[in-house]
Each structure stands twice: as C-alpha cells, then as structure tokens.
C-alpha cells in the first residue's frame, strides 16, 4: 500500500534545503565575510557540499562573494524576501505607531520582537527615541532568545530542561555577566512580576525593560521592549513604563488578530 504523503510530507527531510538555509542563518548572525571552509566547520558540512551551496545562494542574489578574499556574506537579494515578510506581519503594523508614541512619552528606543527560530528573537518593529542616545539595531536584527530583559522572560515561559539552558546561558554576551545562580533567580522573578529589567547587565548604563507577548496557544512568542540610558530612566520611572508596555501588549491581544499569526 502507498505511504499517505499528507502523513509524511511534514515531517520529510530536505537536506539541501536544510544547509541552504543553516548557511544562510550563520552568514546573517556573522559580523564580517567568512570563507567556505570556516562556515563547513561550523555547521559541519562537507567543503565541497557547502561550496555547492554556496554557489547556487550566490547565482539566486541571497549571497554574495568576494573575489578578492574568497568570502562570502549575507547578500542584498534577502532584502524583498525581510521586507514582504515585515509588511504582512500584522503585528508590526499594529505595534508600530504604538511603539512611536511610547519613545516619544518616555523618550526611549521602542522595540517589538517575535521568535524567528528557536534560539533568536528578530526585531520586526522599531521606534527610536528623541534623545542624543541612539541603539544601533535595525530591523530584522537577530538576538539571543535567552539575553537580556526579554531572555529572563523567555527563559521564564519556556519549556527548557536545566542543562540546557545552562549550556545556552553559558554562550550569551554580557557586559556585565552574571552568574546562571543570580540568572535564575531573575528568570523567576521576571515570571512572578509579568515584566523584567536588565539594569546595566547587558549594556552597561543602559536599561532594558520588557514585556512578553503570548499566542493563542500561551506560549510566549513575541515581547515589547523599551531601552534607554540608564541615568535618565530612574527606578521610578520604570513602574509607569511597564504599566504602559502592558498595555500595548493587552491592546494588541485584545484585537485577536496579531496574537498567534
């Protein structure tokens, strides 16, 4: 009898398409060009396998390669596909004028970000504040899922054993690391609170707050994030500040149309 493709096809592997998009998501995160044979290493391809790819990407615009120092990079061509994504994620469009008002209100960076795979969360809303402070972060800019004000929510409302999340603890950038005890301990409040700070830990003399946003399911898939110097975002201004990002946040659910898309 004939295996039932509608049984199967959901979980059949594509292996070529699986390294084309590795390769992809790894020239994305990588700060500078980087040759074939540093990019089969780290995700443990074949060098020739990953030449192959490499050079289809390269023929599609979705990379591009440097005759001179025989790199490659993440290439323009991946612009329309980030844009048209952008511009039918309706909680961008829902999220961005109420982002825009809350920079003005309090004068900080406002930012909406959903989980783009299962280790990073991408920027898909940005409103930069007023003042002389600027984050240097643009759309589509990827992070850590576990860092920061949104990682201790995460962190919080994930379904992730113990070893795990101390292995992935352990590969985060801080300027100011704290250890995986102190970490925990700030996950749980996080989730006993509903919001979380990040108070120079991450960036040092910046802030960080941040909300979380669940789907239809109560997982946490987005968050609501506000930064700004940590000087002129005093412990008392923060109250007044989460109580506004949560309000955003229950808006957007309440419209049942973001949430869960």
């Avoid at 961008?92 to 004068?107: D, I, N, T």
Wanted: net charge neutral.
């Amino acid at each position: 009898m004939a295996e039932d493709d509608s049984k199967t096809s959901s979980k059949r592997q594509v292996p070529a398409v699986t390294r084309a998009i590795a390769i992809l998501r790894f020239l994305g995160r990588s700060p500078e060009p980087v040759g074939v044979n540093p990019i089969a290493r780290e995700l443990g391809l074949i060098p020739s396998t990953c030449l192959h790819i490499l050079r289809v990407l390269q023929d599609e615009g979705l990379v591009d390669f440097d005759s001179a120092t025989k790199r490659y990079s993440i290439g323009i061509g991946i612009l329309p596909l980030a844009r048209a994504a952008l511009q039918r994620n309706s909680f961008s469009a829902l999220v961005q004028p109420r982002l825009s008002a809350l920079s003005q209100e309090f004068g900080v960076t406002g930012i909406a970000t959903q989980l783009a795979e299962p280790s990073q969360m991408v920027v898909v809303a940005l409103s930069q504040s007023s003042m002389p402070f600027r984050l240097q972060v643009d759309l589509g800019s990827r992070f850590p899922a576990l860092i920061s004000a949104t990682g201790r929510l995460f962190a919080a409302h994930a379904e992730m054993p113990e070893d795990r999340l101390r292995e992935k603890f352990s590969r985060l950038v801080w300027d100011h690391p704290p250890s995986f005890e102190d970490w925990r301990a700030q996950v749980a409040e996080a989730k006993a609170q509903g919001f979380a700070v990040d108070q120079g830990l991450y960036i040092s003399g910046v802030t960080v707050v941040a909300v979380p946003v669940f789907g239809a399911d109560g997982r946490m898939i987005r968050s609501l994030v506000a930064i700004g110097i940590s000087e002129r975002l005093k412990d008392g201004e923060v109250p007044r500040l989460v109580r506004a990002m949560q309000q955003i946040r229950d808006e957007l659910q309440h419209t049942q149309i973001a949430v869960g898309a």
